[in-house]
Nanobody, 124 residues
Framework: QVQLVESGGGLVQAGGSLRLSCRVS????????MCWFRQAPGMEREFVSA????????RYAESVKGRFTVSRENALNTVYLQMNNLKPEDTAIYYC?????????????????WGPGTQVTVSP
């Protein structure tokens, strides 16, 4: 059974940092493309970042480039999202998602498995 569980969300002031984690079970993790999406209230879900299985190559949404860093630890079946210099507009529920055999995809329908999400709130 595939399971994705995010953690690390919370409330932070603008300019602060948070590190999200997503632990995956039930998949061949190194062969699985991972990503982060987010959804703010009243908004559509949007792509944040994606990372390949082994090389660690990544892509980012323009809105988070230079502030967010995605990484993964295959030995721990975990992907991370380090978020620095957070802004109020980063407030959203953050979801990790998995796409076996697909990498650096930025379209949510291409991701087969999703976590329940973790809330990130950035105060002004």
């Amino acid at each position: 059974q595939v399971q994705l569980v995010e953690s690390g969300g919370g409330l932070v002031q603008a300019g602060g940092s948070l590190r999200l984690s997503c632990r995956v079970s039930g998949l061949n993790f190194p062969a699985t493309g991972m990503c982060w999406f987010r959804q703010a209230p009243g908004m559509e879900r949007e792509f944040v970042s994606a990372i390949t299985g082994r090389s660690g190559a990544a892509r980012y949404a323009e809105s988070v480039k230079g502030r967010f860093t995605v990484s993964r630890e295959n030995a721990l079946n975990t992907v991370y999202l380090q978020m620095n210099n957070l802004k109020p507009e980063d407030t959203a529920i953050y979801y990790c998602a998995a796409a076996p055999g697909r990498f650096l995809v930025d379209v949510d329908v291409d991701y087969e498995y999703w976590g329940p999400g973790t809330q990130v709130t950035v105060s002004p």
